[in-house]
């Protein structure tokens, strides 16, 4: 196996193992799950952070093996753990850390997962991946995100780039309405109203996942269902929150937007959780070549960087005082700079 393969397979497999097992006996392993994704990555992310990059290159033939199985399994977890919530033979502790630690795998590494299958140009990968943001309620995503977000990112006509001064649960509201409606507004015209609308699909597919929930456990099934895709969809949008704050494309003298580039996206150095997001902290790459393989995503030298780890940093988002007196200095000055340059190719 190669170090790719083994790197980008334990950091996202190994808490879906862990999480597995927690659904069928509790206890200590929905403990191990947690602590898998949060204070053993953060603590093995600073200390690769500091340490130099481990080069893994860009050849990964195993690359959408991997994103296909995540893919089924994201299903099976998802069902196991409506069935373990819903039902008797775990206690309430053990119900608590089996939610917490599936709720953060499906928001970290199978939406993570999804938003590369969205990006691929096989239509069953781009299938796969639209299945699994309609099982987490959030189906539009899979046409906001690229005829909206990396069209008009980083510009205020993008419901996905959060302001300078914006808080989380604003954002959080303006960026899914706004998703929604501009995802829509997208596909009819990309359509030209011919055919089936898929935001139709979305609804089925919604409806379909919903509908398993229930017949596994009923409105308690639903109820868990329901907490998890919420759980789920509040971590993508801290993603994209933190990865776009206040960064703004600016009109050049002749009126034109800057085109995007490395500047418009925060990243981030920390490797494994990095590995465990399929690379989404490499985010400038991803904008500059979204149909880029993850394996091959690289982190441009003059593109801004987050001082922690995208989930640290996305905690920290949920403390608004705190967010801002972090980052807004860094916003002000990767724009003071953005307008320097800009100024110096208007005075040639």
């Not at 947690?34 to 600073?46: I, Q, R, S, Y």
């Not at 481990?54 to 196991?80: D, K, N, T, W, Y």
């Not at 269902?225 to 494309?249: I, K, M, T």
């Not at 009126?255 to 902290?281: D, I, Q, T």
Request: hydrophobic share 50%; proline share 7%.
């Amino acid at each position: 196996m190669s170090p790719a393969s083994l790197a980008f397979a334990t950091a996202t497999l190994s808490p879906l193992l862990l999480t597995g097992a927690a659904t069928i006996w509790g206890g200590a392993w929905a403990l191990a799950a947690v602590l898998a994704m949060t204070l053993l990555t953060a603590l093995l992310d600073e200390i690769g952070a500091r340490l130099a990059p481990p080069r893994l290159g860009v050849e990964f033939p195993a690359s959408g093996l991997l994103s296909g199985i995540i893919g089924l399994a994201h299903f099976a977890l998802l069902a196991a753990t409506v069935a373990a919530l819903s039902h008797g033979w775990l206690g309430p502790a053990e119900k608590a850390g089996l939610f917490a630690a599936a709720g953060l795998w499906l928001g970290q590494v199978s939406n993570a997962n999804a938003h590369e299958l969205i990006h691929r140009s096989g239509r069953g990968a781009r299938r796969l991946g639209v299945a699994v943001y309609a099982s987490l309620l959030f189906g539009h995503h899979a046409s906001a995100h690229p005829l909206v977000h990396h069209v008009r990112v980083a510009t205020r006509e993008d419901p996905a780039t959060a302001r300078r001064g914006e808080g989380f649960w604003r954002y959080a509201l303006r960026a899914w309405r706004g998703g929604f409606r501009e995802g829509f507004m997208a596909e009819r015209v990309r359509r030209k109203g011919q055919g089936l609308h898929p935001y139709a699909a979305y609804a089925g597919g919604t409806a379909l996942a919903l509908a398993v929930s229930a017949l596994i456990g009923g409105g308690r099934g639903i109820a868990a269902h329901l907490a998890l895709a919420s759980f789920a969809q509040v971590q993508l949008l801290l993603s994209d929150y933190v990865q776009h704050y206040g960064l703004e494309r600016v009109r050049r003298p002749d009126g034109r937007l800057e085109p995007v580039g490395a500047r418009h996206s925060w990243n981030s150095p920390h490797p494994v959780s990095s590995w465990m997001m399929l690379n989404a902290p490499r985010h400038s790459d991803h904008h500059a070549r979204p149909m880029r393989p993850y394996p091959a995503l690289e982190l441009p030298e003059a593109a801004p960087m987050l001082p922690r780890s995208l989930p640290v940093m996305a905690c920290l988002a949920l403390w608004p005082r705190m967010w801002r007196r972090v980052m807004d200095p860094r916003v002000a000055e990767w724009r003071a700079g953005r307008m320097e340059g800009l100024a110096g190719q208007a005075a040639e």
